[in-house]
């Protein structure tokens, strides 16, 4: 395997630890009647959109270069 268990178990900790907090900030401003964080970052990628296309494509290149190497062995 080219990967080690610690690292995946740090990964999918740092994934749910992103999400779940971005998850319970969107569903509280909601129920407050302002506005959730998506909207924030579609304005931001409005405003600077060479800054989130090559945001989104280095993030891109991380999931994918994770996904292709799980495989090998």
């Known amino acids: 395997m080219n990967y080690s268990r610690p690292g995946f ?35 931001f990628a409005l405003a600077y959109p060479w800054f989130a296309a090559i945001l989104a494509l280095v993030i891109g290149a991380m999931i994918a270069h994770f996904f292709l190497n799980i495989a090998d062995g």
């Open 9 to 43: 178990i740090i990964l999918v900790l740092v994934i749910f630890g992103i999400l779940l907090p971005v998850l319970g900030a969107d569903t509280v401003l909601t129920a407050r009647g302002k506005r959730p964080i998506g909207y924030h970052v579609n304005q």
